[in-house]
């Protein structure tokens, strides 16, 4: 019975995961007319200024509580590009995506700013000069 519960679940989770991808494609498709219509509209509007679309691949809060959970568990500090990719790999994100770890990355870096200046996390200078992130105390 319960192998029957897991295998149930993990092919849910697999079901998520391809609606996940699917929607990726139709966000990339969305962004890409909206580029198109930007160049359009400034052929007849030269001063427009378009702005790209805020895409978060989080909800708020959840990038906090995923982020304060991966350095618990971790034994020793992690960089900010470590935390990203765990962060995406949690989500059921590939980090093939250049755009899609640099935005997780921001998420990411402001989640362990606002957690600095509460005292819960704590960096220090790691070895090449990059940041490693640790919960305090």
């Known amino acids: 019975m319960n192998s029957a519960v897991i295998a149930g679940l993990l092919e849910r989770r697999e079901q998520l995961i391809i609606r996940v991808r699917e929607t990726e494609v139709a966000i990339r498709d969305l962004i890409s007319d909206i580029e198109h219509l930007d160049i359009a509209i400034t052929m007849f509007k030269p001063d427009h200024r378009p702005v790209a679309p805020q895409i978060r691949y989080a909800g708020h809060g959840q990038v906090t509580r995923m982020v304060l959970t991966i350095l618990r568990k ?14 995406l790999e949690k989500l059921g994100l590939a980090a093939d995506n250049k ?6 990355g921001e998420q990411i870096r402001t989640a362990l700013g606002r957690q600095r200046e509460n005292g819960v996390v704590t960096c220090e200078m790691g070895r090449g000069g990059a940041l490693m992130w640790r919960i305090a105390g």
């Open 74 to 87: 971790s034994p020793e500090p992690l960089t900010l590009r470590a935390l990203t990719l765990q962060a």
């Open 99 to 104: 755009r899609r770890v640099r935005k997780m």
